[in-house]
């Protein structure tokens, strides 16, 4: 076990995430899909791929992981922990988790709130270190506990030194507010694209408002905002990707998301980004968002949006965009303007 140092400067934009004092780059290397095969995967993922993307991520100056225990019923912790082990001190990213969902044997998963604490404990072994950068509540528990039990039990494991810092993900305004009397929320971890904008109705003020760092997922919805879906490739899907279940990738809403990338490509070539690149910056210049997660199964996949946190949107650029949605019907939840 060991401590793990933390990474070197790098060439990247930063920004401070809420009051912990550490600074991010602007996206970070999701590894979700790193876990490989669960119910919630994204197929076989060979371990030796998913390492070269990981070390490609730190190499463009990434300086932090999301991971989560439930990630491959606990293989993707696996693979972060031996990647960042392997790495010269200096290069090593923060590492960022998160706990309450549980699994049995036959990899049946379940939202559990009453065993944080070992959830803590299984994630300190797995990534092989004694203290945990940042560890969040994954989601709501479904088990009986309350989510203030559960949450009392992140601060008791930020108090006794296990974790540097707490945070929540999916969790409600009202939920926050309960929370942070308990105890500080350093972060929050809720969904934010393009095609889903929910968060920018209360969320995002609330952790404006209380300095609380705000790291988000899916900023290319699972893809979509790629610029490379269509009808054809959706068909090809198997029958059992969970995207074919998905809301944004279902009937009508997926021909009008379809309509809205398009209405992207030439936005984001004036302003000299990719599709994805763009769908991510306009994550970033949403009031109080510090940084979002992006995923990269091998190397190569990393080039594709890793200046994101780079890329600039002018008022004028930003107007295009929010026209865009509102005359294609694209997505849901408030649009800015």
Not at 236 to 244: A, N, S, T, V
Not at 305 to 327: C, M, P, S, T
């Amino acid at each position: 076990m060991c401590r793990l140092p933390r990474m070197a400067t790098t060439q990247l934009t930063t920004a401070p995430l809420g009051k912990t004092g550490l600074e991010i780059t602007r996206v970070g290397l999701g590894a979700w899909a790193i876990g490989g095969p669960w119910a919630f995967g994204w197929g076989p993922q060979d371990d030796d791929d998913s390492i070269a993307a990981i070390r490609e991520a730190v190499e463009h100056g990434i300086n932090w992981i999301d991971t989560a225990g439930v990630y491959g019923l606990g293989h993707s912790e696996e693979v972060v922990g031996r990647a960042v082990r392997e790495m010269p001190e200096a290069d090593r990213p923060y590492v960022f988790t998160k706990c309450g969902m549980v699994w049995d044997d036959e990899g049946n998963v379940q939202r559990a709130g009453n065993r944080i604490k070992q959830d803590c404990e299984d994630s300190l072994r797995r990534l092989g270190v004694d203290v945990i950068d940042l560890l969040q509540i994954h989601q709501q528990p479904a088990d009986g506990t309350s989510f203030d039990d559960a949450w009392r039990q992140v601060v008791e494991l930020r108090d006794e030194g296990k974790i540097r810092f707490g945070g929540l993900s999916n969790f409600t305004v009202e939920q926050l507010e309960v929370c942070e009397q308990i105890g500080h929320v350093d972060t929050l971890q809720p969904p934010l694209s393009l095609l889903r904008r929910d968060a920018l109705e209360s969320l995002l003020p609330w952790c404006a408002e209380h300095d609380t760092g705000v790291i988000v997922y899916s900023p290319m919805q699972a893809g979509l905002l790629t610029g490379r879906w269509s009808r054809e490739r959706f068909d090809q899907l198997p029958e059992d990707d969970w995207r074919r279940r998905s809301e944004p990738f279902t009937g009508e809403r997926f021909e009008r998301n379809l309509q809205f990338v398009e209405r992207l490509k030439p936005i984001a070539a004036d302003v000299g980004a990719s599709v994805a690149e763009l769908a991510i910056a306009w994550t970033l210049h949403q009031t109080g968002v510090t940084a979002a997660i992006v995923g990269a199964r091998k190397a190569g996949q990393v080039e594709g949006w890793v200046r994101a946190g780079e890329v600039r949107l002018d008022g004028e650029v930003l107007d295009r965009i929010h026209a865009a949605l509102r005359e294609t019907g694209a997505g849901r939840g408030p649009i800015p303007g």
